[in-house]
């Protein structure tokens, strides 16, 4: 190579097509809303009760941002502390978290695929980001959903190896694939998703740096899609 030139994304911005994040707020259902009130006061009451303890801690930030995409199968949540008369770390209850129906359609999905049809309507392909993607599978979850919407949608996993998902993306665009739903992590570096101008953030990863990556991801010299 005799030459080579090292430019940042800000150097040619000017150059490159409109882009545009815009942040969608949905309310609740009141069902979903009393649970998660019961679910948050439990948590809060158990904070109190071991102060600094980081299980229930860590099990606050997780569960209660899962609740509101998964509000069932997560059951009975327990922390753990150490027992100075026993010598070892012993369970406790946090929170005993309410099932709520499985086949019901939320608000927010219900957002979700207002905002998904109307960019299809566009011409527009999505890909849809989320994080729960393992014990708890959102992702299952919302396949079944918009497909039920007639809105013909894959699921990347991590099992498909990272040399072989571009190729894997071919393959659903030939098949006629409007979403692809994964993991941010799963096409943060060496992806340009030219083919999906429409990047939608289902859910928030704790880390930036994951939720970052993927927005570039359209294409460092392409960028014509919306962030919602």
Not at 191 to 218: H, K, M
């Amino acid at each position: 190579m005799q030459l080579c030139a090292f430019v940042f994304l800000e150097d040619i911005s000017g150059e490159l097509p409109p882009y545009g994040e815009s942040y969608v707020s949905v309310p609740m259902d009141p069902l979903m809303m009393a649970a998660y009130r019961e679910l948050e006061d439990a948590i809060r009451k158990a904070l109190k009760e071991h102060k600094g303890n980081r299980s229930v801690l860590s099990t606050m930030l997780n569960t209660l941002l899962l609740y509101p995409d998964h509000p069932y199968g997560l059951g009975t949540l327990y922390g753990k502390e150490f027992d100075q008369e026993l010598k070892r770390n012993v369970s406790f209850i946090i929170a005993e978290t309410r099932d709520l129906p499985e086949e019901q359609l939320y608000t927010k999905e219900r957002k979700l695929i207002e905002e998904i049809k109307k960019e299809i309507s566009e011409g527009r392909r999505c890909q849809l980001f989320t994080v729960y993607t393992q014990k708890h599978d959102v992702n299952a979850r919302l396949q079944r959903i918009l497909s039920n919407e007639g809105v013909r949608t894959a699921v990347l996993r991590a099992s498909v190896d990272t040399s072989k998902r571009e190729a894997w993306y071919a393959r659903q665009i030939k098949e006629g694939v409007q979403v692809v739903i994964s993991h941010p992590k799963l096409v943060e570096t060496g992806l340009d998703l030219l083919d999906f101008p429409t990047i939608l953030f289902y859910e928030s990863d704790t880390r930036c740096t994951p939720c970052g990556r993927p927005v570039a991801a359209p294409g460092a010299l392409a960028r014509g899609g919306r962030c919602g």
